[in-house]
C-alpha cells in the first residue's frame, strides 16, 4: 500500500478532490491523505456538494495541517503532490522517507466567482482535471519503477489536463 499526500494552501477544495478520488480509484493499492499549510478550518461547501453527488462518504473529510503528516506519529508518505501553485512555492515540512514529490497545479475552484452555474462548473473541471491525472497515475506499474521514474511520471502527469504554472 502506498501512502500519498495531496498539499493546498487552504486544503477546502483540490486537495479534498484528489484524496477522495484516489482513496476511490485507488483502493487496495494506494491510500490519499490531503492537508494544507494554512488549512482553512472546514472545506469548501462546493467541493464537500460535488463529492456527495458522486456518492461519496463526507464524513472523513476535513481541512487540516499539514504538520499533522510531519509528526513522528504519521503515516510514512511515500508520494507527495502539491495541486496549488502556493503550496508548491512554500518551504515544506521534511517528510521522513524522502517521498516521490510533484506538483499538479489546477485553478482553485474555489476562487471562481460567478452564478451557481459557474461556481458548479468550476469545481465540476477541477475534478475531471484531477481525476485524468489520478487515472494516469494509478495506471502506472509503480511496484516495478524506482522512485526516481516514479517522480519524473509524476511530474510528466502533472502537465496534463489544464495545468497551471508553478514549480516543477
Not at 54 to 62: E, M, V
Request: with cysteine.
Amino acid at each position: 500500500m502506498q501512502n500519498i499526500l495531496f498539499l493546498c494552501t487552504g486544503n477546502s477544495a483540490r486537495s479534498i478532490l484528489a484524496e477522495a478520488i484516489l482513496n476511490r480509484v485507488g483502493a487496495g493499492r494506494f491510500t490519499a491523505f490531503s492537508a494544507g499549510s494554512q488549512p482553512k478550518g472546514e472545506p469548501n461547501p462546493w467541493a464537500l456538494g460535488l463529492l456527495q453527488s458522486q456518492q461519496f462518504d463526507l464524513s472523513d473529510f476535513r481541512s487540516k495541517s499539514w504538520d499533522e503528516f510531519a509528526a513522528e506519529t504519521a503515516p510514512q508518505m511515500h508520494h507527495i503532490i502539491t495541486v496549488c501553485d502556493n503550496a508548491a512555492g512554500e518551504a515544506c515540512p521534511i517528510w521522513p522517507g524522502k517521498p516521490a514529490t510533484a506538483h499538479w497545479g489546477i485553478p482553485d475552484p474555489a476562487a471562481a466567482s460567478g452564478d451557481d452555474k459557474d461556481m458548479k462548473l468550476a469545481f465540476l473541471t477541477a475534478y475531471a482535471q484531477m481525476s485524468d491525472r489520478i487515472g494516469r497515475f494509478v495506471s502506472l506499474p509503480i511496484e516495478q519503477m524506482s522512485r526516481q521514474e516514479i517522480a519524473a511520471s509524476m511530474a510528466d502527469i502533472g502537465s496534463f489536463s489544464g495545468a497551471t504554472g508553478g514549480p516543477r
